[in-house]
């Protein structure tokens, strides 16, 4: 084998080393890192949760812990809608987290160092959809015509 091609395998071999360490470190990080799933939330500050989200609804994403079985949390974005708080999951057939809220809708929200304990359950009922849907698309761009089929969403009420 050239020189220049063992040279080329043993970096890729490297780099594929790197990148599962990262994973596996990133499992048991305090929450997400970025996009890589992350443990569960061991800082912050255990808060109830505020009657009217507003004040963040121009924020992009915030941190998800899953139910307390899973011991994992997803970095997700959210939309507020009359105050309430909605997380949004694309293509959620294709994702293992939306099957574990359903399963256990036990889940913790953490948003500037402050934790927030909610029941998720996905939202079916064409009203609440038909208000949902518009902001989930004008926050993300995302087809509103897939707003509870494809695409479903869950509401978030304090437990």
């Known amino acids: 084998m050239p020189r220049a091609l063992r ?3 043993a970096a890729a071999a490297a780099a594929i080393a790197v ?3 990262g ?3 990133a499992r048991c990080h305090d929450g997400p890192l970025g996009p890589f799933t992350g443990g569960t939330f061991r800082s912050g500050i255990e808060s109830p949760p505020p009657s009217d989200w507003s004040f963040a609804a121009a924020r992009y994403s915030f ?3 899953l139910p307390p079985a899973e011991g994992r949390s997803v ?4 939309m507020v809608v009359d105050g309430r708080l909605y997380v949004p999951s694309v293509l959620a057939e294709h994702k293992r987290w939306p099957a574990e809220v359903l399963a256990d809708g036990r889940v913790r929200v953490r ?4 934790i927030y304990a909610f029941q998720a359950t996905r939202v079916l009922d064409p009203p609440t959809l038909a208000r949902v849907a518009p902001v989930f698309h004008d926050k ?3 087809p509103a015509e ?3 089929t494809r695409d479903w969403i869950f509401a978030l009420v304090p437990r």
């Open 146 to 148: 897939g707003v509870g």
């Open 140 to 142: 993300y761009g995302t």
């Open 19 to 21: 990148i599962v360490l």
């Open 63 to 65: 941190e998800l812990e």
């Open 7 to 9: 040279w080329l395998a």
């Open 23 to 25: 994973l596996v470190a």
């Open 111 to 114: 948003l500037d160092g402050r």
């Open 75 to 78: 970095t997700t974005g959210f």
